[in-house]
Each structure stands twice: as structure tokens, then as C-alpha cells.
């Protein structure tokens, strides 16, 4: 098992930026991949971001491509979600997972723990 907790969610306009914290606790966190999820109000969980455990891996929805990085630092068993040129359809609840194993997963059932979400709202 592992225990995540995010943070830095929060009002931002459109346009702005945000960075997104998942602190790890638990199983070792530099073995396991790592991902982002969002869902927004009367939505599906939709992913956002991944990275493999040795953060050379990462791979993104085309939605976000080129605006949000996911990154992480084994050492503080942290992973991060940068979000630039956030956008209102942005709006909703980020949630972090921790995969099954040591890659990089798009799909939801490849993970196995989640955190209980932070809200981002993108006003316009």
C-alpha cells in the first residue's frame, strides 16, 4: 500500500498556472510509476498524466500536451503536475495514483492506490 496526498490545487484564471503536489508514503515509492487524474463536475475520471519510476518515461492526454509537465523527485517521494495555460475546461478534481508496477499507465485500472484529490478551478 502506499498513502498519497495532494495538494496545491486552488482559483487560478484562465491562463494561469498551477502546480500540483502528491506526497507519497508507504510502499517504495521510487519503483512505482506514477500518474495524474482529473474529473470534472457530471464527468468520467479522465487521465492526464503519467511517469515511469525513473521519471525518463512520461506520457500525456493529447488535451494537455505542451501545456502541463509531470515530474518527480524520488528522494522526497513527491510527484508533480506543472500546469501552464490552464484552461476552464481544466476545472475539477486532480487526483494522483500510484501504478501496479514500474512503468508509465494511461488507464485508470493500472493503478492501484489514489489520493483523495485536490480541486482545481480555472475561472474565464
Known sequence: QVQLVESGGGLVQAGGSLRLSCAASGRTFSNIG???FRQAP???????????????????????KGRF???RDNAKKTVYLQ????????????Y????????YYTTDDAYDNWG?????TVSS
Open 96 to 103: 494522483c495514483a500510484a501504478g501496479r508496477g514500474s512503468t
Open 34 to 36: 506514477m500518474g495524474w
Open 42 to 64: 457530471g464527468k468520467e475520471r479522465e487521465f492526464v498524466a503519467t511517469i515511469s519510476w525513473s521519471g525518463v518515461s512520461t506520457s500525456y492526454a493529447d488535451s494537455v
Open 83 to 94: 500546469m501552464n495555460s490552464l484552461k476552464p475546461e481544466g476545472t475539477g478534481v486532480y
Open 116 to 120: 483523495q484529490g485536490t480541486q482545481v
Open 69 to 71: 509537465t509531470i515530474s
